[in-house]
């Protein structure tokens, strides 16, 4: 060397062992060769050291415990949807499984299906018919009263009674609506296509929801409101189906 000094001894830093099984670590990671980093049991820390035998920054730190919330990613209350898979997997194993049975239990499944579909369509009509039978009967009370109060020339009671038989009716409809099944708020629609796409909602075909839904169009029908029985009806019968389906 220059200056006749004597060249110092490189020294050499020996990297701490590492304690216990590290085997969720990663290794190989970009730039840094086996043996330059280490995992400091105190901090829970994966150390990393530079050239010069100095511990650099943490590359990362190990997570000991799961603190992911499921309530917090929904909110406060628990989310009561639930996801479905009704879907026939059709496998070569279900196919097999199928063209092993009996003529006898092929001809079972399709009575049962045809069946169950029979049965659906004549309670749904029958469900309909009685819906339009008490419609029909419950506003021609209310206009049969209206038009002989009119008549009397007892307009103004006529009025009150018309607007009071209303009001009843609106009331009734939605006392029960809110009281019994809030699942058959609304046409229904919305929910049966939601349930078809895989989402099962709390009570959307429960048989308070079908109470409610015929009573209430019913109710809300014979009020005056500016709604159908279309709606209605297809819940209705989604509500009938999935009892027989039971």
């Known amino acids: 060397m220059d200056g006749g000094q004597s060249p110092r001894p490189q020294q050499h830093h020996r990297m701490p062992e590492r304690e216990g099984n590290n085997n969720h670590d990663i290794e190989g990671m970009d730039g840094a060769a086996e043996g330059d980093w280490w995992q400091n049991s105190s901090s829970n820390a994966l150390l990393r050291y530079d ?21 917090a990613i929904v909110g406060a209350n628990i989310c009561p949807i639930e996801s479905l ?12 499984d199928w063209r092993s049975r009996k003529k006898k239990h092929i001809f079972q499944y399709i009575i049962m299906k045809w069946t169950l579909v029979l049965l659906i369509g004549l309670l749904t009509g029958l469900v309909g018919f009685f819906n339009n039978l008490a419609v029909e009967n419950i506003a021609g009370l209310k206009l049969l009263i209206t038009s002989d109060l009119m008549l009397k020339e007892r307009y103004f009671t006529a009025f009150l009674a018309y607007g009071g038989s209303n009001l009843v009716l609106a009331a009734a409809a939605a006392a029960i609506c809110a009281y019994i099944a809030p699942a058959a708020a609304g046409s229904g629609i919305p929910e049966v296509k939601a349930y078809l796409n895989g989402v099962d909602a709390y009570s959307i075909l429960a048989p308070s929801t079908l109470f409610v839904k015929i009573f209430g169009s019913i109710l809300g029908v014979s009020a005056g ?7 209605p009806m297809v819940h209705t019968g989604a509500c009938i189906a999935n009892l027989l389906g039971q």
């Open 51 to 71: 050239d010069r035998g100095s511990i650099c920054e943490p590359l990362m730190r190990k997570r000991t415990i799961n603190t992911t919330s499921q309530i």
């Open 225 to 231: 409101f500016v709604l159908g029985k279309e709606g």
């Open 85 to 96: 898979d009704y879907e026939v997997v059709e496998n070569n194993l279900f196919k097999q």
